[in-house]
Nanobody, 122 residues
Framework: QVQLVESGGGLVQAGGSLRLSCAAS????????MGWFRQAPGKEREFVAA????????YYADSVKDRFTISRDNAKNTLYLQMNSLKAEDAARYYC???????????????WGQGTQVTVSS
């Protein structure tokens, strides 16, 4: 089992930045690929970014490419999402997830955190 706890969400003006963190505990963090997903009210959970166990491979949704950066520190058992140039449409609850492969598919991740809320004011 892996326990995941997100932090770093909050209220930010459009154009601003936030850095989300996801602290992992339980089994060995570096055994898992990790991803960030988000869900806005009334919408399905959607893929944001994913990273391989080593950090050597990353994927991004087109909507966040060149604005968001996913990274991990396996020594600190922590996953990050640096979000720059935030837009109103980025507002959502952000979840980190762990699984065997760094895919874009929600169903392929085994472990999920409770999420952290990001609100963007225009």
């Amino acid at each position: 089992q892996v326990q995941l706890v997100e932090s770093g969400g909050g209220l930010v003006q459009a154009g601003g930045s936030l850095r989300l963190s996801c602290a992992a505990s339980g089994r060995t963090f570096s055994d898992y690929a990790m991803g960030w997903f988000r869900q806005a009210p009334g919408k399905e959970r959607e893929f944001v970014a994913a990273i391989s166990w080593s950090g050597g491979s990353t994927y991004y949704a087109d909507s966040v490419k060149d604005r968001f950066t996913i990274s991990r520190d396996n020594a600190k058992n922590t996953l990050y999402l640096q979000m720059n140039s935030l837009k109103a449409e980025d507002a959502a609850r952000y979840y980190c997830a762990g699984g065997s492969h760094h895919t874009t598919r929600v169903g392929e991740y085994d472990y999920w955190g409770q999420g952290t809320q990001v609100t963007v004011s225009s």
